[in-house]
Every structure is written in C-alpha cells, then in structure tokens.
T-cell receptor, first 115, second 114 residues
Framework: GAGVSQSPSNKVTEKGKDVELRCDPI?????LYWYRQSLGQGLEFLIY????????KSGLPSDRFSAERTGGSVSTLTIQRTQQEDSAVYLC?????????????FGSGTRLTVV | AQSVTQLGSHVSVSEGALVLLRCNYS??????LFWYVQYPNQGLQLLLK??????LVKGINGFEAEFKKSETSFHLTKPSAHMSDAAEYFC????????????FGSGTRLLVRP
C-alpha cells in the first residue's frame, strides 16, 4: 500500500483480556518497528524487526508483550492479560532498508484503552 | 547507549517569530538524525533527516536543522512561525550501534500565539 496501515485504529478492552494489534508496512520495506506512546509521554521503543534477522525485543516491557512478523511483511503485536497501564497509542513504522538512512514511515497508530 | 535530549517540553512563539527547538544527542559513532512532527491525533511525519554530507538540512514546511558534531546538536529552526506549525516535535537518532535502532527524545510541544 501507499503507507503503513495499522488496525484497529481504536480498541477498548477489559482488563485481563488479550489483544492483537496489526501493522501492514509499506511493501518491500525490510525494517519494522513498534513503539508505544503513553498520554503526554514520548515514544517508547518496543521491538524492531530487520529483514530475516532475529528481532530486537529489548524494549518489550514484560513477558505479556510479544510480536511476530510473518513472511517479512505484516506484523502483529500481542498483549496478554492486559493491564490499565497498557493503555496507550501503539505506533508502527517501517523503513526501506536496514540502516534507517531513508527515515521511517509511521502509521496512524492504534489507541488502546484498557478499562 | 545512544540518547536524545530535547530541551523544553513546551515552546511558545508568536506568529511570524523565529522557531528554535533544541536537540542534543549522545553517540560514540556518526549518527543519523531525524526530526518528526506529530499533529493532534495523527501519526508521526518526517520533517527532515541528516545522514551524511551537508550539515545544514532543509525539510518540509520551511524547517531546517544543522548538524553540529562539536556540539552534538541538531537544533530545528524556522524563520517565521505559522499557526499551522503548532504540533509536537520529536528529535530522533539512529545508526549509533549496529542495530540502527531509532531512539526518540521526549518531544517539544510548539505553541504559536496569534
């Protein structure tokens, strides 16, 4: 597609439920990032996929968070047993190459609210 | 580890005045540097980037930034602010280690007074 697509755009879930957030990057982009933006906060790195290499998971806040990227394209971020502190906007970005020299194109995000 | 510091969580200017948003980074190797803008309820849009070459970089909407290695800075400027420039601005760095992980500053909210 023309841009990075994220779905759903908004998600309200009950505490303790699992959620899946989807990111469809720009076709051909080899690098894919997930970030979290809490209210009034900056962007917190979560996970980074680059080509066929093992992902950099160093930013995942707990083992309730996981992500996968299938076929080098679509990525899914899963949050298990959601907590209220998980409420945030989750942003996905992709880049044409592994160095980031082209910059990163961001999606519009998924706003997650845990009630 | 690489990091980015943005001085001032809020900056307020009058319409027509100079915009200056400050960004300093820490890196042991030549970095890639970026400025992104986020309008309310929207994603991030790339304003400009520095990778190599000319240290004065021009971006969209009349913004520019200068990479100063000696000062480890990458400040964002615009000669004359417009009301439409009101948004949050994020400085980011990558390339400082082999993973090229993109690290963001905490952001600066620009307010433009009529």
């Amino acid at each position: 597609g023309a841009g990075v697509s994220q779905s759903p755009s908004n998600k309200v879930t009950e505490k303790g439920k699992d959620v899946e957030l989807r990111c469809d990057p720009i076709s051909g982009h080899t690098a894919l990032y997930w970030y979290r933006q809490s209210l009034g906060q900056g962007l917190e790195f979560l996970i980074y996929f680059q080509g066929n290499s093992a992902p950099d998971k160093s930013g995942l806040p707990s083992d309730r968070f996981s992500a996968e990227r299938t076929g080098g394209s679509v990525s899914t971020l899963t949050i298990q047993r959601t907590q209220q502190e998980d409420s945030a906007v989750y942003l996905c970005a992709s880049s044409p190459d592994l160095t980031g020299g082209y910059g990163y194109t961001f999606g519009s995000g998924t706003r997650l609210t845990v009630v | 580890a690489q990091s980015v510091t943005q001085l001032g969580s809020h900056v307020s200017v009058s319409e027509g005045a100079l915009v200056l948003l400050r960004c300093n980074y820490s890196s042991s190797v030549p970095p890639y540097l970026f400025w992104y803008v986020q309008y309310p309820n929207q994603g991030l849009q790339l304003l400009l980037k520095y990778t190599t070459g000319a240290t004065l970089v021009k971006g969209i909407n009349g913004f520019e930034a200068e990479f100063k290695k000696s000062e480890t800075s990458f400040h964002l400027t615009k000669p004359s602010a417009h009301m439409s420039d009101a948004a949050e601005y994020f400085c980011a760095v990558s390339g400082a280690d082999s993973s090229y992980k993109l690290i963001f500053g905490s952001g600066t909210r620009l307010l433009v007074r009529p």
